[in-house]
């Protein structure tokens, strides 16, 4: 029998007709089962972790995640402080570490905004991440927001939101066309067309985790209106102002500093980001 990782890359990879019978010959198999399998994601046995600080002794688990919050020009003060990253780990069947795969191949994936805007597909639908509704100033598309290198014998790369410095994964170094704006409830990643789980810490089961970062752009900006997505607005200011101290279904996602309430800190954060949009305050 074919593994399942083997059998989804058969029928993606091969044309549609010839698959199921492809998928029927028991030397294929065979041939599934062996090196070639190995370089196949597994889904239940790869999985990424949240992560802060340095590599070699990283901060894992909810501690880490409170710091998961962007400004959309991706400048410091604040913005995805600390190396604020994920750790992804790819393994294939037999539990072996997969090298050397493309830091193209592994994304945090976007679709680059809203089914209103006119974008589509398996990625972040409510992240808006393009140009075509931000001309002034015009914004970058991005799509993947890819990892930092290729898996090392271990399986293992980081992708360090912010932007990675070269030769060094897990380390941030500011990426100017890696902005973005507003949040959603799940950002999914992928590696080599297979969805990952998350683990909550390295240690924890698959599925622990889900991952997110909230967005000092917190409204508007989901529908046709030019220039409105990408930006921290007066809109955006006053949610804040107006949630302090209280909680509703919006308050997660203004509760920057991640300490279960919408507080002082959090009013500090959006008013040193207040006017921020994708030439400001650094351009590009």
Known sequence: ???????????????????????????????????VCAGVPEPSLSFFVPQTGTVAAPTEGTV??????????????????????IKVVLKDMNGNPIAGVAREDICVLLN??????????????????????NTDPVCPDV??????????VNGVTYITFTGSTPGNPGVATRDPNRK?????????????????QGRLTTVSANGTYVLQIK???????????????????????????RHIGLTSPISYWLDF????LVGSTDFNLINTHYGHDCDTPNNP
Not at 9 to 21: D, S, W
Request: net charge negative.
């Open 64 to 85: 880490a995640i409170r710091l998961f919050r962007m400004c959309p020009n991706n400048d410091a003060s604040g913005s995805l402080p600390n190396n604020a990253r």
């Open 1 to 35: 029998m074919i593994p399942t990782a083997c059998l989804r890359f058969l029928r993606t990879g091969t044309p549609r007709r010839l698959a199921p019978f492809l998928a029927s010959l028991p030397l294929l198999a065979a041939f599934f089962s062996t090196p």
């Open 143 to 152: 799509r993947c927001i890819q990892a930092d290198a290729p898996t090392d």
């Open 180 to 196: 973005w704006g507003h949040y959603d409830s799940e950002l999914p990643v992928y590696a080599l067309g297979f969805k990952l």
């Open 215 to 241: 967005n000092l752009d917190s409204m508007e900006g989901l529908g046709t209106e030019l220039n409105e997505s990408e930006a921290v607005t007066t809109a955006d200011f006053t949610a804040v102002a």
């Open 257 to 260: 500093d991640g300490n279960g």
């Open 112 to 133: 680059g905004g809203t089914s209103a805007q006119g974008f589509a597909g398996v990625g972040a639908d409510s992240v808006i991440a393009n140009s075509t509704w």
